[in-house]
């Protein structure tokens, strides 16, 4: 038995979420009419804060290659920019490093026992450690779910607090898993105790489970960091990830981050999109704008 | 009578989505099921044959007995093609005399998702000679309808909805064929195109739009509605346009 875990951390008060007000407000950002060149000049911004990611048991050093090939070059015709980051697993870093030496590309690698996050706080210190060793300019970790909805939130803290110390210079994205967080207050709770605990972005979910990224989800998330920023001035990246895989419906988070938190927040330093097939959508309608032709999928590389 | 939808090159552009995602499945059920599926379409039809005359006698202004013509005549169309389903593949396909020690075939394989531009004549038989041709093979069709009487071909998805044919396998566009030709020939997620009746101009802004992406183009002249019902107008090579020939060499094993 371990002894029961002390923690100096109280949780804080954090603002009651209006779940009606929320997705009525979610929904209605959604009906923005984006055409021609703003629609354009949205997508590119989209390709370049993309988080390309492969996250799958078959994943092997080959594919991790391609990927890389396709993050660097989306768009072998023509020149579209490059995305924000490529992220995979701890093993496929290294793979990941070689591929993208002498570009900007961002390696992103999750660690702490993703997805479940299921294990001893030690090991989970110790696999960050380890990632950000083999060169991850970027951590995805996992907020321990078990924890939290036990109520254990000093715990959640302290162990958000120790990743963080152990990711040193990477950036540290934690991932709250809303899908079962079960309520937005909870997913409000959550999102302030990871950015109390030093996390530099909040990320959605693991991809793993459904319902990954949502409207709703997302716009508390960005609340809180809204009311962050203007308590103590410090800016928190936002990463939806999960589930977003047309160009449309990342627009329309666009729209949401901009309406939110204001133009500042529409960089790749501060707003990603974890996805994999999302990349191909936005090639199809960036060519759709370029040529006025419909175009086929059949066109680009997988991925 | 009715108002009818006027298809947007969006409503197309779904539709092609719709149709992609169908193709492959339907290409890879076996051929005797494609030929059930169809051969069903003719039973439904069928049991719906009173409804089809009097509204081909109601809205397309047909006389009774032309009416019953036409309907049965696409009952039957659908068996024959139904018929083609498991048989096409030999006629078409081959066994190649090769100089080494290898067998070489030749098959058949659908080319992918067609839009078609239907007649404007014999509103349900013209409909159906088209339709059943293409997928027959395991293609997925568009099919893009401008006539006078184009709720036949609404009432015709009801048939195809009860007929056991996977959804995706044929969508219905109601709409102007001059507003869509541009974008049906540019699409490049569109293997090929079947123009019946093509004006010279939808000739031409088809050839032109399709030359990109090399689009396969089909084209016919439409018939009157006595023609669609000769056997001249149902054809195993009417199959022929919309399939792509593989050619595989295989060593002779000892």
Same mark, same amino acid.
């Given at each position: 038995m371990q002894p029961p875990f002390q923690s100096e951390y109280r949780p804080p008060k954090v603002p009651t979420v209006d779940a009606v007000a929320a997705r009525e407000r979610a929904q209605r950002l959604s009906t923005r009419s984006i055409k021609t060149e703003a629609k354009v000049q949205g997508l590119k911004m989209l390709v370049g804060m993309l988080d390309l990611t492969t996250l799958e048991g078959a994943d092997t050093p080959g594919k991790v290659r391609s990927l890389c090939q396709k993050a660097r070059t989306p768009d072998s015709d023509h020149d579209s920019p490059s995305v924000g980051a490529v992220c995979v697993y701890p093993p496929m870093v290294p793979v990941a490093r070689k591929q993208l030496r002498g570009t900007d590309i961002a390696i992103a690698s999750v660690a702490?026992?993703?997805?479940? %996050?299921? #294990? #001893?706080i030690d090991e989970r210190v110790e696999e960050v450690e380890r990632v950000r060793e083999a060169g991850a300019d970027e951590i995805d970790v996992v907020m321990n779910r078990n924890a939290f909805l036990s109520g254990r939130y000093g715990q959640v803290h302290d162990e958000i607090s120790a990743l963080a110390e152990a990711s040193g210079e990477a950036h540290l994205k934690v991932i709250l898993?809303? %899908?079962?967080?079960?309520?937005y207050d909870a997913v409000r709770l959550a999102s302030q105790i990871a950015i109390d605990a030093g996390a530099d972005f909040i990320k959605t979910?693991? %991809?793993?489970?459904?319902?990954? =990224?949502?409207m709703p989800v997302t716009l508390v998330m960005l609340e809180a960091i809204r009311d962050h920023y203007l308590d103590t001035g410090e800016a928190i990246g936002m990463k939806p990830a999960g589930g977003i895989r047309k160009a449309k419906r990342a627009l329309r988070y666009l729209v949401m981050v901009k309406e939110t938190l %204001? *133009? #500042?927040?529409?960089?790749p330093d501060r707003f990603r999109i974890g996805a994999s097939s999302l990349l191909n959508d936005l090639l199809l309608q960036l060519e759709k704008e370029r040529t006025g032709r419909y175009h086929s999928k059949r066109y680009l590389s997988l991925g | 009578m009715a108002n009818i939808c006027r298809a947007s090159r969006k409503d197309f552009r779904d539709a092609v989505v719709a149709a992609r995602d169908a193709q492959e499945g339907w290409a890879g059920r076996s051929a005797f099921n494609r030929g059930q599926i169809l051969y069903r379409m003719g039973e439904m039809l069928e049991s719906r044959r009173p409804a089809f005359v009097s509204e081909l006698a109601d809205v397309?202004?047909? *006389?009774r007995d032309e009416a019953e013509a036409e309907v049965d005549a696409a009952i039957d169309r659908l068996v024959w093609y139904a018929g083609w389903s498991d048989k096409f593949a030999q006629v078409f396909g081959s066994v190649n005399p090769v100089a080494s020690s290898h067998f070489d075939f030749t098959v058949p394989e659908p080319t992918g998702v067609v839009a078609a531009f239907t007649p404007?004549? =014999?509103?349900l038989l013209g409909l159906v000679s088209c339709m059943a041709p293409i997928i027959v093979s395991g293609n997925a069709a568009i099919l893009i309808v401008e006539n006078d009487a184009p709720t036949l071909a609404l009432d015709l998805a009801e048939v195809l909805e009860t007929s056991?044919?996977?959804?995706?396998?044929v969508n219905i566009l109601t709409g102007q064929r001059e507003e869509l030709r541009g974008h049906v020939g540019g699409h490049? *997620?569109? *293997?090929a195109v079947l123009s019946v009746g093509a004006s010279t101009e939808e000739r031409t802004v088809l050839e032109e739009e399709g030359a990109e992406s090399v689009t396969r183009m089909e084209f016919r002249p439409d018939r009157s509605p006595a023609e669609w019902r000769?056997?001249?107008? #149902?054809?195993?090579y009417w199959i022929a346009p919309f399939v792509e020939f593989k050619t595989t060499w295989h060593p002779v094993g000892r």
């Open positions: 702490s026992y993703f997805p479940s %996050g299921q #294990a #001893a898993e809303t %899908g079962e967080l079960e309520t979910s693991t %991809g793993k489970i459904t319902p990954a =990224a949502t %204001g *133009d #500042a927040w529409l960089t | 397309a202004g047909y *006389d404007r004549q =014999a509103p056991d044919l996977p959804g995706g396998v490049r *997620d569109v *293997d000769s056997e001249e107008s #149902a054809s195993p």
